[in-house]
C-alpha cells in the first residue's frame, strides 16, 4: 500500500509490478510458496536506491555471456523449505534449474545458479541406490533436500540432492552452475580465470563450490553453510536430453539445463547471442 497526502491506493508500485512481470507471476506472486519459485519477488524493494541488477552481458573468452549480479541485502536469495521441494524425483530435477546453491564459508560466500542437473529416480540402473542402501549410499535414502556427495574417477566429487520420501532411495546430480557470488575464491579453487568453466561439470562444480564428502548427510533446507536458496534470476526454456557419461539406462532424457547457458556441460552449451 502506498499513501500520497491523503490519498491511499491498493495498487503495487510501479517496479514492483515490473520485477512481478519479470518474474512471470503478475497476478499469483501472493500464493503460499509463489516466492520459493521467484525469489527476487519475496525480498525486492521497491525504493529506486535499492534497484536490484538482475543481469548483465559481457564477453569473456571472445564468447557473449550473461553474468548475474546480486547485491547484498538488495536482490537476496532465501533457503528454501523442504515444503518447497517437489518429492518426485524427475519433477525435482527440472524444479532445480534456475535454484541457487550456497556455500558460506569463513572467508566468504560461494553460491551459484543451478543450470544443468540429471535425475536419478528409483528403479534406475544408473542410480546409485539400485542395489539397495549401503554404508556408503545411505544419504540417498534420507527423505528429499539432502545433500549425497561420493568421490569418482579417483579425483572428483559429485554433488547430489536427495529425493523422494524417506527410506526411498533416488537423488539429483548437480552437473553445472552459473557463478553468482565469490567468483575471485572460485577462480583460486579452481586455478582458472575462465568464466565458463568455473563449475561447468560436476567435478569442478564441487570444486569450485568447495564440497565434499564432509558435506554428505547435510541437511540442505535447514540453517547450516551449505544450502539450497531461491532464484536469483529470471530462468530461461528448460531442455531435457540424454544423460551423460553412462552405459546404463541410456535412452532416457533425464538430464535437465537451460537452454542457451554457455555455463552448461557437454554439447549442449552455446553462447547467448
Known amino acids: 500500500m502506498s499513501v500520497r497526502g491523503t490519498q491511499q491506493t491498493n495498487s ?58 546480486v547485491k547484498p541485502f538488495q536482490c537476496s536469495v532465501e533457503r528454501l523449505r523442504r515444503a518447497h521441494l517437489p518429492v518426485d524425483t524427475m519433477e525435482l530435477a527440472q524444479y532445480l534449474i534456475g535454484k541457487t546453491l550456497v556455500h ?22 544408473a542410480g546409485h541406490a539400485f542395489r539397495g542402501k549401503t554404508r556408503s549410499n545411505q544419504s540417498l535414502f534420507l527423505g528429499r533436500g539432502y545433500c549425497y556427495v561420493y568421490f569418482t574417477y579417483g579425483s572428483s566429487f559429485m554433488v547430489n540432492v536427495t529425493s523422494e520420501e524417506p527410506g526411498v532411495g533416488a537423488g539429483v546430480l548437480l552437473r553445472a552452475l552459473e557463478p553468482l557470488q565469490g567468483i575471485e575464491l572460485m577462480q583460486r579453487f579452481r586455478k582458472t580465470t575462465r568464466m565458463r568453466d568455473i563449475a561447468r561439470g560436476p567435478g569442478r562444480l564441487a570444486q569450485a563450490m568447495q564440497i565434499d564428502r564432509r558435506y554428505d548427510g547435510v541437511d540442505l533446507c535447514t540453517a547450516g553453510p551449505l544450502w539450497l536458496g531461491t532464484a536469483a534470476r ?33 554439447p549442449s552449451a552455446k553462447p547467448i547471442a
Not at 519459485?37 to 555471456?65: E, M, Y
Request: glycine share 10%.
Open 104 to 125: 558460506d564459508l569463513p572467508t566468504g560466500r560461494l553460491s551459484g545458479v543451478i543450470v544443468e542437473v540429471e535425475g536419478y529416480p528409483p528403479g534406475d540402473a
Open 12 to 69: 503495487p508500485p510501479r517496479r514492483q509490478r515490473q520485477l512481478m512481470t519479470h518474474c512471470g507471476h503478475p497476478s499469483q506472486s501472493t500464493r503460499p510458496g509463489r516466492d520459493a519459485d521467484c525469489g527476487l519477488f519475496a525480498n525486492f524493494d521497491p525504493a529506486p536506491s535499492r534497484k536490484c541488477d538482475i543481469a548483465t552481458k559481457s564477453t569473456i573468452d571472445g564468447v557473449v555471456v550473461r553474468e548475474a549480479v
Open 234 to 266: 529470471r530462468v530461461g526454456p528448460i531442455r531435457s536430453s540424454r544423460r551423460i557419461g553412462l552405459t546404463r539406462e541410456i535412452h532416457r532424457k533425464r538430464r535437465f539445463f537451460e537452454s542457451g547457458s554457455p555455463y552448461v556441460s557437454g
